[in-house]
């Protein structure tokens, strides 16, 4: 990230909601890293729809989680308005991550702790 949501190769740029900041990541000391706060209900909107339709894409971040609680927290979600049921989400509850497509559900154990960076990717 370049201390913005601003996408120049697809022109998918996004917004920040709620404030979200942007600060130099301590795992290469260099850049920028998004920061989210939960509580403060924190995220990125992308108001363009991308059809991954016959599609091949890649969603990748690396992530510091802070606690482990039992909620389920959304790390990336897309949603096909214009029709009932076509989703995607990558999301994880304490240690387990979930990646859903429509109704189909994948779960992946993880063995990340905390306070340590991660690195998640899903290829479609």
């Known amino acids: 990230m370049e201390n913005n949501a601003f996408d120049v190769i697809?022109?998918?740029?996004?917004?920040?909601?709620?404030?979200?900041?942007?600060?130099?990541?301590?795992?290469?000391?260099?850049?920028?890293?998004?920061?989210?706060?939960?509580?403060s209900h924190q995220y990125i909107t992308i108001p363009i729809y991308k059809s991954f339709v016959n599609t091949s894409f890649t969603v990748e971040m690396w992530i510091y989680p802070t606690s482990l609680d039992v909620n389920y927290h959304a790390l990336f979600t897309q949603r096909?308005?214009?029709?009932?049921?076509?989703?995607?989400?990558?999301?994880?509850?304490?240690?387990?991550?979930?990646?859903?497509l429509h109704l189909d559900v994948t779960v992946g154990d993880c063995g990340y702790y905390i306070p340590y960076y991660e690195k998640l990717f899903m290829l479609f």
């Open 80 to 100: 096909d308005t214009e029709s009932q049921d076509h989703y995607l989400h990558l999301l994880y509850k304490m240690r387990r991550f979930f990646e859903q």
């Open 10 to 39: 697809s022109g998918l740029s996004g917004t920040g909601v709620n404030s979200p900041t942007y600060v130099t990541p301590g795992i290469t000391g260099s850049g920028y890293a998004l920061k989210l706060i939960r509580s």
